[in-house]
Every structure is written in structure tokens, then in C-alpha cells.
Nanobody, 126 residues
Framework: QVQLVESGGGLVPPGGSLRLSCAAS????????MGWFRQAPGKEREFVSA????????YYADSVKGRFTMSRDNAKNTVYLQMNSLRPKDTGVHYC???????????????????WGQGAQVTVSS
């Protein structure tokens, strides 16, 4: 199992940008499908994006498509989530996830991921 550590969260005004990073250790990173989920107060966790073992293809929630870009650097054991044009509804704890056996049809289901980071708070507010 990999261990995941997120960084890069913070407070940003509407329309601003942030980049989250997730560093993995303890496993063969290139074998893992990686993803991001988020959870706002009082709401369920929701899928944000996922990327398979190589950099393509990448999957996004409709709510972030065109604004967020997920990428991975297998040489650095790290995934990134570049978030542009941020909105107040993007506020929440953002979790990095990983799984080595997940199938494509389950990629948007948070219950199917075995490995979770501690989460990074993203707050979009003026």
C-alpha cells in the first residue's frame, strides 16, 4: 500500500488558482490509478478527477471539467491537481486517493479506493 501526503491547499478568492500536490511512498507508484475526491461540510465525498497509470486518459467531474487539470509524474511519485477559475462551491477538504486494482467503471466511486491521504483544505472565499 502506498502512503499519500497532500500539500498546496489554502485560501483563495473566487477566480483564483491553486495547485495541489500528492506525494506517494511505499509502493510501486506507476501501478496505481490515482484520484482526487473532495468533501464540503455536511456533504458527501464527491469525485473530482482520476488518472490511470500513464498520463492518459484522465477523468473529471462535470463540475470541474475545463477548470481543473490532473497530471502525474511517475519519476517523482507525485500527482498534481491544477485548479483554475475557482468558485466558492469548490471549497472543501480535498483527498488524494490511490488503488492498484480498481476497474474503470468504479473510478468515480470513493469506496473503491484503498489508499487515502490526510486531506488538504481548499477554501474559496472573498
Amino acid at each position: 500500500q502506498v502512503q499519500l501526503v497532500e500539500s498546496g491547499g489554502g485560501l483563495v478568492p473566487p477566480g483564483g488558482s491553486l495547485r495541489l500536490s500528492c506525494a506517494a511512498s511505499g509502493g510501486t507508484f506507476s501501478r496505481y490509478t490515482m484520484g482526487w475526491f473532495r468533501q464540503a461540510p455536511g456533504k458527501e465525498r464527491e469525485f473530482v478527477s482520476a488518472i490511470r497509470r500513464s498520463n492518459s486518459p484522465t477523468y473529471y467531474a462535470d463540475s470541474v471539467k475545463g477548470r481543473f487539470t490532473m497530471s502525474r509524474d511517475n519519476a517523482k511519485n507525485t500527482v498534481y491537481l491544477q485548479m483554475n477559475s475557482l468558485r466558492p462551491k469548490d471549497t472543501g477538504v480535498h483527498y488524494c486517493v490511490a488503488d492498484s486494482t480498481i476497474i474503470l467503471s468504479n473510478i468515480r466511486n470513493h469506496r473503491e479506493y484503498d489508499c487515502w491521504g490526510q486531506g488538504a483544505q481548499v477554501t474559496v472565499s472573498s
